[in-house]
């Protein structure tokens, strides 16, 4: 009775068809009824459009008993409405590997994994340059480009090169940077002046040629060493 009554109340406040043989043989009454509470304060607050209140009480849901493939569906189509795609995805998966292959709800699953792994795709990358200096000349790939707002690259995946240069400062250049779909990366551009070595005092200077001998005989030494 309960676990029939558990079957309807989720599939009614979700949304999907009521499936027989819904809840697992695991599990004591107690924690399922304890479920069915969680969860329909969790679908009230799904309605309200609040995600995060009903996350969280679907993942208690969840919690208590971990048996029904239905509270990882509300939990996927909750994250789906909330925008957070990859994360809905993972929970239709988790569906899928649990629910019955006669399960009404398991075709349509089936079919919005689908169109949101075609989307994930599709999405492009997001690179974002901390520090940029106002003005600096950005090169992404070889070609010159505009950088947007929050000093964000919106760029294709794949594997890409950056510079960025300004005045006679030292430019920054990165290569071989892998970007997934939908993935955002920050790099520190750090751009530094040159060293003017006539403004360097004699001692300093004297002190960078030495180190400058020193490092050259240290490496020839490892050179040889090799050999």
Same mark, same amino acid.
């Given at each position: 009775?309960?676990?029939?009554?558990?079957?309807?109340?989720?599939?009614?406040?979700?949304?999907?068809?009521?499936?027989?043989?819904?809840?697992?043989?695991?599990?004591?009454?107690?924690?399922?009824?304890?479920?069915?509470?969680?969860?329909?304060?969790?679908?009230?607050?799904?309605?309200?459009?609040?995600?995060d209140?009903?996350?969280?009480?679907?993942?208690?849901?969840?919690?208590?008993?971990?048996?029904?493939? &239905?509270?990882?569906?509300?939990?996927?189509?909750?994250?789906?409405?909330?925008? @957070?795609?990859?994360k809905?995805?993972?929970y239709?998966?988790?569906?899928?590997?649990?629910?019955?292959?006669?399960?009404?709800?398991?075709?349509?699953?089936?079919?919005?994994?689908?169109? &949101?792994?075609?989307?994930?795709?599709?999405?492009?990358a997001?690179?974002?340059?901390?520090?940029?200096?106002?003005?600096?000349?950005?090169?992404l790939?070889?070609k010159?480009?505009?950088?947007?707002?929050?000093?964000?690259?919106?760029?294709?995946?794949?594997?890409?090169?950056?510079?960025?240069?300004?005045?006679?400062?030292?430019?920054?250049?990165? @290569?071989?940077?892998?970007?997934?779909?939908?993935?955002?990366?920050? &790099?520190?551009?750090?751009?530094?002046?040159?060293?003017?070595?006539?403004?360097?005092?004699?001692?300093?200077?004297?002190?960078?040629?030495?180190?400058? &001998?020193?490092?050259?005989?240290?490496?020839g030494?490892?050179i040889?060493?090799?050999?």
């Open positions: 009775m309960t676990q029939r009554l558990l079957a309807i109340s989720l599939a009614l406040l979700i949304g999907i068809a009521p499936t027989l043989g819904f809840a697992a043989q695991k599990g004591d009454q107690k924690a399922l009824r304890a479920a069915l509470g969680l969860f329909k304060q969790g679908s009230m607050a799904l309605q309200a459009k609040d995600f209140a009903a996350l969280k009480l679907f993942r208690k849901a969840q919690a208590t008993y971990e048996h029904e493939p &239905l509270i990882i569906l509300a939990l996927a189509k909750t994250l789906d409405s909330a925008g @957070e795609m990859k809905a995805l993972r239709y998966e988790i569906f899928i590997r649990q629910v019955n292959p006669t399960d009404p709800e398991r075709k349509p699953t089936l079919e919005r994994i689908q169109v &949101l792994r075609k989307k994930l795709a599709a999405q492009p997001v690179l974002v340059l901390k520090g940029l200096p106002t003005g600096a000349l950005v090169k790939d070889g010159t480009v505009q950088v947007g707002a929050a000093n964000q690259l919106i760029v294709q995946p794949g594997v890409h090169r950056i510079k960025v240069s300004i005045g006679s400062r030292i430019p920054y250049a990165r @290569e071989g940077i892998p970007l997934a779909a939908g993935q955002k990366l920050a &790099l520190d551009v750090v751009l530094l002046d040159p060293v003017d070595r006539s403004k360097l005092s004699r001692d300093h200077t004297w002190t960078w040629v030495a180190g400058g &001998l020193t490092a050259a005989a240290a490496l030494l490892g040889v060493a090799v050999r």
